[in-house]
T-cell receptor, first 116, second 113 residues
């Protein structure tokens, strides 16, 4: 499809387990973003990629969270030793990120993570 | 700190009535401004955006917003509400190209028959 896709759509895991969330951005989009949407916290920025590098990781809540992007395309967000407070919808977005022009970020449907 | 404030976590209007969702930002530099909509059980969808130029921006589904620098506001309006407009609306701001977006806390819009 033409949009941002994320997998899995739902993930239920046990506290202490590691999880990987995947994002496929829109083809040709160089910028990729991860956000988290949870009750009481709203929409929080996690990390931003330009190509394969991450110039802004300021939103990652702890060192249990990491993300990588390969080939300037697919990105994986990894959460190690999950905690119940990690339960949220994790959203991925992409944009063409042309310098000097702000182009809107297009969001995927999200991955709903539930930590039991 | 740069932030976005949406006044009213829940707004309810009658079908056919004016919709007004308020958004103010705090910034010392000109921002890029967005409104996103999230329908129940769906992802975020861009409604409209302001980057440069005309301060009155028209978006999808009959919505529009006006950037008022003097008031640091970017309120969203629609002249006549439809039942299908019921959703959560997020105001957002960014301060450079390809930068992260800072979201407001959202306003849930309900439409009364």
């Amino acid at each position: 499809g033409a949009g941002v896709s994320q997998s899995p759509s739902n993930k239920v895991t046990e506290k202490g387990k590691d999880v990987e969330l995947r994002c496929d951005p829109i083809s040709g989009h160089t910028a990729l973003y991860w956000y988290r949407q949870s009750l009481g916290q709203g929409l929080e920025f996690l990390i931003y990629f330009q190509g394969n590098s991450a110039p802004d990781k300021s939103g990652l809540p702890s060192d249990r969270f990491s993300a990588e992007r390969t080939g300037g395309s697919v990105s994986t967000l990894t959460i190690q030793r999950t905690q119940q407070e990690d339960s949220a919808v994790y959203l991925c977005a992409s944009s063409s990120g042309t310098s000097g022009i702000i182009l809107a970020q297009y969001f995927g449907p999200g991955t709903r993570l539930t930590v039991l | 700190a740069q932030s976005v404030t949406q006044l009213g976590s829940h707004v309810s209007v009658s079908e056919g009535a004016l919709v007004l969702l308020r958004c103010n930002y705090s910034s010392s530099v000109p921002p890029y401004l967005f409104w996103y909509v999230q329908y129940p059980n769906q992802g975020l969808q861009l409604l409209l955006k302001y980057t440069t130029g005309a301060t009155l921006v028209k978006g999808i589904n009959g919505f529009e917003a006006e950037f008022k620098k003097s008031e640091t506001s970017f309120h969203l309006t629609k002249p006549s509400a439809h039942m299908s407009d019921a959703a959560e609306y997020f105001c957002a701001v960014s301060y450079s190209s390809a930068s992260k977006i800072i979201f407001g806390s959202g306003t849930r819009l309900s439409i009364r028959p």
